[in-house]
């Protein structure tokens, strides 16, 4: 294969290339930050692969499965939170193994830029007994990719390659290959291997362990366990992004650069340890490769000296080795800026409400999560996709219907079919008279506007049945399914207060399209400053295009401002204006 | 040469993607080897939002730490104050002159800090422009983040050429001479 052409990319957009270069066939996902690009830069290669959005990760790793027995090499792509979601299926997988090439694509997110926990994926897939892949820049995340629909099989195993949001994140320098030939194999009917019923399932974990040992054997030889020997008094066994920040503290030192971290190359490791004098043990997250290392009686340092909290860089390994401060100026207090629902935004206009009427909500992943900030703080809690319609169905359950008279449940449309619909499904089976507020924006928002199963359009950008959310209620039963605009303040405070007082399960739809939907010059709102009276009245919702002057009149910055106009309903005193410019 | 250490503060939508994005194509047509960090997700929403790009002949981590920036540029002032530690001494700092609420001012929580600008003076290298009235100027109060690049291109090492070009590739169609305009007047614009 001749090396084409030398490109920058994203980490996840390299890994997209490495699929389509492996003759990746299948593609199922669910957005999620940091792996979201991935199908997106998937569907460039539409004429020789197939990518969906699933409406959840199980399901995606599901259909990749289906894809592998079938004799195709498949993917599926999540973040490490939908990666549980997908254990059921995983850790089956892992008995079974693969016919075509089977990858499951799973971003960590050390520093929780963007998640709901700091996970580390590893122990998941050790637990799972799932051989991992780690790039550390995107050159080795296109490659990688390919090795791992290489090694999945050869050995027949389910290769997790594990990124996390800096790789994922980051631009490198790529070189472009052709894709490989067709990788396809006919489908073999073999009901011992791929039927997971306790007679079948018993042999299969013999020969997983086996396989599994085979491959921790073909470790130590492997090119990507690579050993970098320089100076031999400091050793470090490193990998994925914390090699860079180990090349750049420690450019002398001799590096043990592990690309598979699951299984170990135990001789490689312990021939390595032997050459040094003393041994490091860098990884950002949990003391995976080091437990094991230690297990092994090698003496080794690692995180008595680096914690397992967020990101590492190389100032942190100078420092904790080294003995070295970087040299900067002191920090400057500065107010944070912690992230907000956007100028426009729907959500506002509901939580505002919500607020109004001195409601909880039940919290679910998504923009919308930002309910929780002041000055609204209306979103008591928050845990995981569909969590707010069961947890609120539990909390009625506990303390009574009058209890969550006080509450609703809030989720988002993408949510909503992620896996809301199963809770939604069991508050009607258990007679639960709780409230559900759909907040439905007609995309998946906070990842960056992706399709979904209920907005009529595929991630290939085929046309496609919309499902149609106030039905899907009906069907399962809800009998009180109620649309508002989230913008109709008198019409939502109303329908709210209604459906609180029924003994039965209501659902509100709140349906009006994510503000960053549309794009191009839109309408703004201007302050009459003679009429404004410094009420404060439109500071309430939080809007981030709003500010307080020191004469205590508002002021609206129209680089901003969406004209959504909530502001102007708000004023009493009819000093806010819309200006219809767009 | 040593590598090259840029990072780019604003807040969520300001622009700070597509700003990175030109200097990292920059940096690549100029042959050297490049990397990026960007923010996506969550953060990104109205929220303190930094990028860092990093080239030079052989380039290891993505990140720009404490005391090692050569340029930073910042499209909102508080986010400079938030950032100016990562300057290296004799580093540049440019700075929007442009005041963007945090929520925590908003609803009163906090004060925004006074005379910024002013502070930040007397510790580091500052180019300040208020490069969104600059921009009005233009009939685009959308393109000040060109503005502010072409002023912190007076303190890179590429010509105007060369940044034309990178401009060309990477900003929509329709938008490449509004957008090359906006470098030009930040380029020649004389800031202290």
Redo the contacts between chains.
Sequence with gaps: MAKTK???M?GNEAIARGAFEAGVKVSAAYPG??S??ISEYLVQYKDSLYCEWSPNEKVAAEVALGASIAGSRAMACMKHVGFNVAADPAYSISYIGVNGGLVFMVADDPGL??SQNEQDTRMVARAAKLPVLEPS?SAEAKEYTKLAFEISEKFDRPVVLRITT?LA?????VELCEPCANQDKPYVKNIGKNVMMPNNAKPRHAVIEQKNAELALAANTMDINRVEMADTSIGVITSG?PY??V??ALPNASVLKLGMVNPLPKELICDFASKVDRLYIIEELDPVIEEQVKAWGIEAVGKELFTVLGEY???MIKAAILGEK?????????????????PGCPHRSVYHTLKKLGLHAAGDIG?Y??GA???LSVVDTTVCMGSSISSLHGMEKAKGKDFIKNWVAVIGDSTFMHTGVNSLINMVYNNASGTVIIMDNSTTG???HQDHAATGKTLMGDAAYAIDIPTLCRAIGVKNVISVNAFDLELLEKTIKEEQQKDEVSVIITKTPCVLLTKGRKPFCVVDTEKCKGCGLC?KP?C?A???QADGKVMI????CTGCGLCAKLCKSGAIRLVKEG | MATRNIMIVGVGGQGTLLTSRILGGLAIEAGYDVKLSEVHGMAQRGGSVVTFVRYGENVYEPIVEEGQADVIIAFEKLEALRYAHFLKKDGALVINDWRIDPMPVVIGAAEYPENIIENLKEKYNVYSVNATEEAKKLGNSRVFNLIVLGVAAQHMDFSVEQWHKVIERTVPPKTVEINKNAFDVGYQLVTE
């Design positions: 030398k490109v920058i994203l930050t940091p979201t690009e830029y963007s820049d800096r994140h980051s631009q490198g320098i992004i860079q920040y090349k750049e860089s190389a100032n970087a040299d900067f100026a002191q920090p400057a207090q500065a107010p944070g800026r912690p992230p907000i629902l956007c923009c999560t930002l900030v002041a000055p906070m990842t960056g500071l939080g981030p709003i500010t307080k910055d129209d680089t901003m």
